[in-house]
């Protein structure tokens, strides 16, 4: 049961082991007509499940009026687009810029921060994954990141260790324009910071005048017990930054910051051709409104608790780490070997960074009965 690539497509990826011809809600459909059961969601993207009615008709509706125009001309459904995430974002964030992907709205966070401090140096978390762009990928960790970023000439961020208080509040000084942190580390696992190492994050930041930068790509749009990660977690950054989950699967990024932060820039200072298009815009504000309309966030945060809960009783797990509903199983084998094992059945899941840390990541829809799915199968291999 192998997917492989052939012709013209690199072959740069690693490939799950089928055929995706359709999908619906929690479910994808291979081409042989079997259902898989999606607990990775596309790695966090389809928050509102796999084509959801409302996404759909937003899409083929705006398609048929208007699929693009660049930036150079306004049009409603950014402006509504934006209005509508500063609406459910914490207060004072509350300015937007929309552009492709979760490293274009890292990368301009960073770039931001630098402009309106006017200095270089960049603070990250060990464990931290921002994007594959030079200056992302100077505050990802990871040897093979920073030399990308060395060859580019961009210099390395200061690292310090996940979760260390101390280590946090002493490497913020004067030098320092930005620290950039996800609330939820992805890559690692579904690793959760404290709030009191988001706090002292905070505090150093407002000490030094440095900007604090949450990268919510993977752990923010609901699905970690608020819209933003920032609210679950209570400590407000400067800047954000949203991609993965925010338009059901079209390609979108958002930066969205303060009017402090954002209060010198002038035209021509950010800019993007395609961020936030006509039909991307138009499915990020059906998401939302799905997210909103059908309790979501709720949902995320009550099946996550049980999926949690159940994970914590199975055999062979020895924690579970996330919110809602990014989760991550450390294991006592493996995860690749649970990963593989849970293709028989038919059930898609994450590995990670870290050897033996499945990571589940499924829509923000994924009902009780479909974890308690997951739950079965994962007993049937751990056992």
């Not at 924690?319 to 509903?325: I, N």
Request: one cysteine or more; charged letters at 20%; proline letters at 4%.
């Amino acid at each position: 049961m192998t997917a492989t690539a052939t012709g013209a497509w690199l072959p740069v990826y690693a490939q799950f082991p089928l055929r995706v011809v359709s999908g619906a809600g929690s479910y994808l459909v291979d081409d042989r007509g079997e259902r898989w059961l999606d607990a990775y969601g596309g790695h966090a993207v389809a928050s509102t499940g796999h084509c959801h009615p409302d996404v759909v008709a937003a899409i083929r509706e705006q398609a048929g009026k208007l699929i693009f125009y660049s930036t150079a001309i306004p049009h409603g459904g950014r402006e509504e687009l934006a209005e509508l995430i500063a609406a459910n974002c914490p207060d004072p964030l509350g300015k937007v810029f929309f552009c492709n992907s979760g490293a274009e709205a890292n990368e301009n966070a960073l770039s931001l921060a630098r402009k309106v401090t006017g200095r270089q140096r960049i603070v990250s978390v060990a464990g931290g994954w921002h994007g594959r762009t030079a200056a992302t990928l100077a505050v990802t960790d990871g040897a093979k990141y920073e030399e990308t970023a060395r060859r580019s000439g961009i210099s390395i961020s200061t690292k310090v260790p996940f979760n260390d208080v101390q280590a946090i509040a002493a490497a913020i000084d004067e030098t320092v324009a930005g620290v950039i942190v996800e609330p939820v580390q992805g890559l690692t696992g579904a690793r959760d910071c404290s709030p009191e190492f988001l706090r002292a994050a905070r505090l150093a930041c407002d000490r030094e005048g440095a900007v604090l930068i949450f990268d919510e790509i993977q752990c923010g749009v609901g699905r970690c017990g608020a819209f933003s990660a920032a609210e679950a977690f209570e400590v407000i950054p400067d800047i954000l930054t949203f991609a993965k989950g925010l338009a059901s699967g079209l390609p979108i990024g958002a930066m969205v910051a303060t009017g402090a932060v954002t209060a010198s820039l002038k035209i021509g200072d950010l800019g993007s051709t395609f961020g936030g298009g006509p039909v991307v815009s138009a499915a990020a504000i059906a998401t939302i409104k799905v997210i909103l309309k059908e309790r979501l966030i709720d949902n995320a945060v009550m099946v996550g608790d049980h999926l949690r809960r159940a994970a914590a009783k199975l055999p062979g797990v020895a924690d579970v780490q996330g919110r809602g509903l990014l989760i991550g199983l450390r294991l006592a084998k493996p995860a690749a070997e649970v990963q593989r094992a849970l293709f028989e059945s038919r059930i898609l899941t994450g590995t990670s960074s870290e050897p033996t840390v499945l990571r589940l990541m499924p829509p923000l829809s994924f009902s009780r009965s479909e974890a308690n799915t997951l739950i079965d199968a994962l007993r049937r291999v751990l056992s």
